[in-house]
């Protein structure tokens, strides 16, 4: 409808790539959003599509869920111009590359944790199923920093068990990336480069942190 089509105007003139404005979309469910994202990626495809294919950059989807992540490729009918991903897997591609950085992320944050766990540990009662089930923790994590300087490339699975020795969690793909964007200029640039347009769907489901530091690094442009 009329209504519908003036939104998508409004939302194709924030996504120009000259002057690009970055923007909220409140909408409930049933209310057509999908459709209303997806005709205005074609309409991106059809303004920008031979640019961002000579520059060899990418529009950014991310998504909640792996059936919305489908969804939305069905319905682009797999455009290559488009790089469409959950929120773990979006964030995994920004990382998988920095394994040094990643080991030096683990270091600090290992050890933290460590440190807490003993500082609780001095303050609890020895003896305890709560004592005990600290102490192998405490076990388990320096097992865990141990084993980093043999690690020649770390692996994730979003939609797994990560359970080798070089596999990240889930809340740690979230976390490092998250850090590296806040963090690292050069980081933000490359994501940048990379992705001129990031839209990001069901936002209020995404994990916050990387959120914010994506609203952060668009501001850095």
């Known amino acids: 409808n009329h209504i519908d089509d003036k939104v998508d105007e409004e939302l194709l003139a924030c996504l120009d790539l000259q002057n690009p404005k970055s923007f909220f979309l409140f909408a409930g469910a049933g209310s057509g959003k999908t459709r209303s994202l997806v005709n205005v990626l074609r309409q991106i495809k059809d303004k920008h599509g031979n640019e961002l294919k000579l ?57 933290a944790e460590i440190a807490e766990l003993k500082a609780d540990e001095l303050k609890g009662r020895p003896g305890t199923k709560t004592s005990v089930d600290r102490k192998r923790k405490i076990e388990n994590k320096k097992s865990r920093l141990s084993t980093l300087d043999r690690i020649s490339k770390f692996a994730y699975n979003p939609n797994g068990n990560n359970d080798e020795d070089n596999s990240l969690s889930h809340t740690e793909v979230i976390s490092i990336s998250a850090f590296f964007l806040e963090n690292k200029p050069l980081f933000q640039k490359i994501l940048i480069q990379k992705y001129p347009i990031l839209l990001i769907d069901e936002s209020q489901d995404t994990k916050k942190e990387l959120i914010n530091c994506l609203i952060l690094a668009s501001r850095e442009k």
């Open 55 to 111: 520059r060899r950059k990418n529009v950014a989807v991310i998504t909640y869920t792996n059936a919305a992540c489908d969804e939305i490729i069905h319905r682009l009918k797999h455009d290559t111009t488009f790089a469409v991903s959950t929120i773990h897997s979006f964030a995994w591609e920004l990382i998988k590359h920095y394994t040094t950085d990643i080991k030096d992320w683990l270091r600090n944050a290992i050890s």
